[in-house]
């Protein structure tokens, strides 16, 4: 496949994942972005483009210095885009989203704690909630890189969330999996505080998840 295949390819994947988005309720109206990673820079959703007018050709690409190339005006977040795909060299996709139950969170500035093993789908034994910091800022940046030490999602205090992925499709997964889980979060502090599992025990689901999917394939392939 050509560049500017994968390119055009690529291209439509972010179209197709900010469909898939809003459709899947963790983002509403034009709010949220994804960017994913093309060779030394990246694409970008545009600012204040409703998604379901988005085409291939309104996507943005930028350097990892924050050159932008195109006829819009990347998202107004492009930095913390800019800045987990360049101190993460695994990220390959990045979603942002302002879901309901993990807005809601982010707002009471929780992290999500072990509550359930899943938490660990994004690699650590919790999922924090970075400090607060104007949208579109170096600082909320900053913050969210911190949150994401060791991990591959966070919330962001009084925003939403963001997660990366090896994929698009992965970085949406990730995303839609801590909106489900902040919902359960939410709905067990309903009735009361609940109970968490231990370090230990989080670190083995951590270590499980490391390999999760691929085990099978291993085995598979000396059949």
């Not at 499709?169 to 609940?194: D, F, H, I, K």
């Amino acid at each position: 496949m050509s560049a500017a295949a994968r390119e055009a390819e690529l291209r439509r994947r972010v179209v197709d994942a900010c469909r898939a988005m809003n459709t899947s309720g963790i983002n509403q109206g034009t709010s949220g972005n994804i960017s994913a990673r093309l060779g030394d820079a990246f694409l970008i959703t545009p600012s204040a483009v409703p998604y379901d007018e988005l085409r291939a050709d309104d996507l943005v690409l930028m350097t990892l210095d924050g050159a932008a190339t195109g006829e819009r005006a990347p998202s107004t977040e492009w930095r913390i885009h800019r800045d987990v795909l360049r101190a993460r060299p695994e990220a390959e996709a990045v979603v942002h989203a302002h879901p309901p139950f993990a807005t809601a969170l982010a707002c009471l500035r929780r992290d999500i704690p072990p509550f359930h093993y899943m938490v660990a789908v994004a690699g650590g034994a919790t999922i924090r909630c970075a400090p607060y910091a104007t949208f579109g800022s170096q600082e909320l940046s900053d913050h969210a890189l911190a949150a994401l030490d060791g991990r591959r999602a966070c919330l962001l205090a009084n925003h939403g969330i963001l997660a990366f992925g090896s994929s698009v499709a992965s970085a949406l997964a990730l995303a839609v999996e801590v909106e489900a889980l902040a919902g359960q979060y939410l709905r067990a502090l309903s009735v009361g505080e609940p109970a968490l599992l231990d370090d230990d025990e989080m670190a083995r689901v951590v270590e499980k998840f490391r390999t999760y999917g691929r085990d099978a394939r291993a085995n598979q392939s000396t059949r």
